[in-house]
Structure formats: C-alpha cells, structure tokens
T-cell receptor
C-alpha cells in the first residue's frame, strides 16, 4: 500500500490567497484526520471524518478553514483567506474501523504564508 | 483542561547509553495512551498503545510503560538510527471521540 498521500508537499503563498491541501487516505480506511503542527503548539487535531462525514470540527481555528471529504479516497482542507499565522505543517492521517486507534500519517504539507 | 506534558524537551545520548522519556498526563477518563516516532520532514509513525496502569509493550530497543499519571518510553542501548522526536498522545472518554491529544515531544539525539 502506498500509505497516506498528501499534496502538495510544500506550498508558499501570499497573505489573502486561497490555499487547498489534498489528502488521499489508505484504501479501506474509515476515518480521516487533519492535523496542524507548529513549534509553539505541537500537533493539534483540526477535524476528523468517519465514512466521509465530518464528526468533530471543534479544532478548526476559524471560519477561514474548511474541510471536505467528497468520497472515501479524497479529502481537502481549504484556507481562505490565508494569513501568516497559518504557516505550519499540515498532516492528514487515516485509520480503519477494526483498529481505529492506530492512525497512519501522511508526509505532511509544509505551508508558508508570506 | 486535559494536558499532556513530555520531558525532557531534548535529550542527547551516547550510543549504548540507556535512558527514559517521560509523558505525564492530567486527563479524565483515559482510554489509551499512544507513542509515536517522528523523523524530520515526515509524519508521525505509530509505535505503541497502552490502555491500563501496569501495562508494558516492547519493540526492539523500546519499551513503553504506563502508570495512572504517566508513561515512560525506555530506550535500551540506543543506536544513532533511534534519533527522532518521540510524541505521546492520549485518547479520552467520550461518545464517538477518537481524538488524540498530543504532547510537544522529546527530541532524541543518539551520538555515535
């Protein structure tokens, strides 16, 4: 299996621009998680989905952030408009129902907002 | 507020010098404590899950233990390839809650 795939791996954008991060979970996994990692705050859960349905988005910082999962093999995290404080590494992770507590992380997207 | 605190923030060891990393937690209704390893530029990689006080798990040179207030990750005779950041996380009780709350990690450097 290819593991969790994220794109792009690096993104540099200017403040005010829209940013879209993409994730392909491991095939057959039922849960998908979006995390953000910074030096100051560590790894924080933003939102997670079960069978493509958002379950808990309480970690989403504000309305500028939105996430979708249109099907079992694709999810997006969108920031509009982006701000410098959004600069971080964004990880996507997935897990399967039979072993839902073992999360498999993707390589992350390093976002820099200038 | 639930908290997960890891110490030390950074640790340098000589190859073969055994030591322990600490993860202390103040959560209500612990449903699992997790250890992950993160290499630079990569996502965290799952190592262990512990569910109850007294439980231990081992993998190669690593052994994780759990008490009611903290977990230790013991590293026996480390090698340079064990250098990484080690993260612990907790899952708390709650209907449908599969959230993990992570500590900030311990950066381990093993010097040849």
């Amino acid at each position: 299996d290819a593991g969790v795939i994220q794109s792009p791996r690096h993104e540099v954008t200017e403040m005010g621009q829209e940013v879209t991060l993409r994730c392909k979970p491991i095939s057959g996994h039922d849960y998908l998680f979006w995390y953000r990692q910074t030096m100051m705050r560590g790894l924080e859960l933003l939102i997670y989905f079960n069978n493509n349905v958002p379950i808990d988005d309480s970690g989403m910082p504000e309305d500028r952030f939105s996430a979708k999962m249109p099907n079992a093999s694709f999810s997006t995290l969108k920031i509009q408009p982006s701000e410098p404080r959004d600069s971080a590494v964004y990880f996507c992770a997935s897990s399967k129902l039979a072993d839902q507590e073992t999360q498999y992380f993707g390589p992350g997207t390093r976002l820099l907002v200038l | 507020e639930d908290q997960v605190t890891q110490s030390p923030e950074a640790l340098r060891l000589q190859e073969g010098e055994s030591s322990s990393l600490n993860c202390s937690y103040t959560v209500s209704g612990l449903r699992g404590l997790f250890w992950y390893r993160q290499d630079p530029g990569k996502g965290p990689e799952f190592l262990f899950t512990l569910y109850s006080a007294g439980e231990e798990k081992e993998k190669e040179r690593l052994k994780a233990t759990l008490t009611k207030k903290e977990s230790f990750l013991h590293i026996t005779a480390p090698k340079p390839e064990d250098s990484a950041t080690y993260l612990c996380a907790v899952r708390i009780s709650g209907a449908g809650s599969y959230q993990l709350t992570f500590g900030k990690g311990t950066k381990l450097s093993v010097i040849p």
